[in-house]
């Protein structure tokens, strides 16, 4: 069976795509990606959802992931879509929680101080591993950006995430230069999506 992941934009794909042919490579065939770069697709919640409807209308029949952040904007994203009568081979899910997450350094209006961000500023860049992000010894922080009104609670956004992606590239690129790379947190996420189809239950 093929499954065919929709992210939330190109570098959540890239970045997928690539951890997923470096950790598992007997599983990779299985798993596609949305092009969109390819096919000119937009990213973002309100495209995707419109995209998942699209494909339940059309009653194709292929595996769906849709896969949120776990911030506001995907907390509300998941409410709407499985606010819908969601067909069995679509499986909705968000980037999974982290213990890193629970306690982390986040800039606001009050300052500088550690907060769970799980559910309000947990994107994909959270997975590139632990020693990537930490600068200096320190984490980057996420930087709190608005109040979602939909879901009632802050937005945040992790700062730096261009210089984690490229650094994450020379990762990828020689992985045997980095051998003491930390996978946990990736590995943990492609658990969870592997898990998405273990009941069975699919067209």
């Known amino acids: 069976p093929y ?7 190109t570098s959540d794909k890239w970045i997928l795509e690539k951890s997923l042919r470096h950790l598992y490579p007997h599983l990779a065939p299985y798993y596609r990606f949305a092009d969109f770069e390819a096919s000119r697709l937009q990213g973002g919640i309100p495209h995707h959802i419109h995209v998942v409807k699209a494909f339940i209308a059309l009653s194709i029949n292929d595996r769906l992931i849709v896969l949120f952040d776990n911030d506001a904007a995907g907390v509300e994203g998941v409410e709407k879509l499985e606010s819908f009568p969601l067909p069995k081979n679509v499986r909705v899910a968000r ?10 350094p986040t800039i606001g209006p009050s300052g500088r101080r550690p907060a769970n961000v799980n559910g309000r500023a947990v994107s994909i860049e959270f997975f590139l591993g632990e020693n990537l992000l930490r600068r200096g010894g320190r984490l980057v922080p996420v930087r709190w950006t608005a109040i979602n ?3 009632d609670r802050f937005h945040g956004e992790l700062e730096m995430k261009a210089e ?10 020689d992985p045997q230069s980095h051998p003491g790379h930390d996978w946990k947190s990736m590995r943990t996420l492609f658990e969870m999506i592997f898990s998405l189809y273990m009941d ?3 067209a």
């Open 3 to 9: 499954f065919t992941i929709l992210t939330e934009g």
């Open 95 to 104: 980037l999974p929680d982290l213990e890193l997450a629970r306690k982390y």
């Open 149 to 151: 009104s939909v879901v």
């Open 164 to 173: 984690l992606r490229q650094s994450f590239d020379l990762v990828l690129k």
């Open 200 to 202: 069975g239950a699919a």
